[in-house]
């Protein structure tokens, strides 16, 4: 038994299963894969992969490869898929270092016109995320205004394009205001001239808010360099137009007020098919705990009483859905916490088989808080887990939780060790598959931490009630394991729990 309690001679043994942790020059087969979800479930590895190892990008090996493929998937795929590509770009920005320029100008051609994605979770990173990159590199204003000024012109999608021209003035942030914004005024004044009313409107609109940004000084120099026409038809079209002037810390804040301000001009009515855009702005758009609280427990309130016609308008926004939700719960206030959780739970609960298809997003939001050690937070996770135990495929589910047995947090492994026994006690043994349970959870009887250890001993337990006597393939892969950790006295504290 002495080798049980030296735990650190086996920590070398505890590599991460290669089909769950992939070589890094191995992403970008990964990202040509036919399958939704593991391109989606690949750009959440890189985003964590570059929030861990600033140097992850330098030692890639294949980064021309990986970009091209990022293009490919700007330019058409799924928009759940581009919403976490966009993000996965815009964190991990600084781990590209003399490079980024270079490979963020490569992809803005299909970067852009998603400022005018018919999903607003995808314009809201878009922006994000190209205002990220203009505040590290502030000289690629040029390369970016070019795109842009290409795109109007020359793209035939109509709606698209007045969606862009909305969201640009976005970009109208503190460390730009130096920087040459001719080519922006050049494309909305040409815009006017070419484009039906709506567009017309909006680049107007956009180059008012072009002359506060800069001031009507610089303004005017860049309207002077323009064709008498061009002048003509700027004065024209915005002779109506009166932009209140608002400081400049305020207009980084534009992409985030954007769903209050629809509320206001009465344009939304709900998000998600079903929550009152009163209500979501007063969680998703503010940050102010007290109303964070009142709105979520108007959510719950929502989704406890939900009607199966409801369901079906929430079902095809539930990805946008989650991810809200997700950002959410990185609220430090642990009442904001609670009740995110709870209506993650409340969801989970009643649309039931509806949320196989967002399984690996759901775990991963609940993963966010695993090993958090306040009671009512781990009975939330539980209740959620032992949801989605019950309503979709186990196997799937065991699936995307084994991952975390390899957290670094034995915090992590000790609760998923414990949701994976108390899912035990609720499915039917012949829904389980006991090799592989038996194989998964065998090695962290030797895990450093003795509390993991107690957590296996207790799943393997309960694993040889279930099994009625016939241990013989749960005894032979603790005796394998004996073996080849040199683990003297494992099969005998096996046999005694």
Known sequence: MDSLLDPHRFRVDRLPSPAFMPREDDYADLLRSPDFDVRLQTFNRLTAISRRDPDWFSNCPRKGELFKNIDRILADDRWEVQHQCIKFLQEAMPTFGSNLEYCVC?????????????????????????????????????????????????????????????????????????????LFLDAMTKLMATSESESAECAAIAAKKL?????????????????????????RFSKNIVIAAEPQAATSQSVVNRSSMKIASGERRFRFGIVPSIVAAMVIDNSDSVTRISGLEKWKQLIENITPEEITRLVPHLHSYLISLSNVLTDLNFKVVVLTLDVVRLTVNRLKSHMEAHLQ????????????????IKQLIMMTCMDLFQNVNPKAVVGVLCVYLEHRNSRVREEVVNILTSALMITSPSRINFTAVVNLLIPLLLDPKRRVRLAAFEHLSVVAYLMNGKVETLLRAVRDAEARHSAKGLTAAVMLA
């Open 106 to 182: 490569y992809l803005m051609p299909n970067l852009v016109p998603k400022l005018g994605s018919s999903k607003i979770t995808v314009r809201k990173i878009s922006v994000q995320a190209i205002q990220t990159f203009l505040r590290q590199k502030p000289d690629a204003l040029g390369p970016i205004l070019k795109t842009l000024s290409n795109f109007l012109l020359t793209s035939t999608e109509r709606a698209t394009k007045t969606e862009v021209v909305r969201e640009f003035p976005a970009m109208f942030i503190p460390e730009l205001v130096q920087c040459d914004w001719s």
């Open 361 to 376: 997003q759901t775990i991963s939001l609940l993963a966010q808080h695993f090993g958090n050690q306040k009671a009512v």
């Open 211 to 235: 002359e506060v940004y800069l001031g009507k000084d610089t303004f005017n120099r860049l309207l002077s360099d323009l064709s008498a026409s061009q002048q003509k038809d700027y004065m």
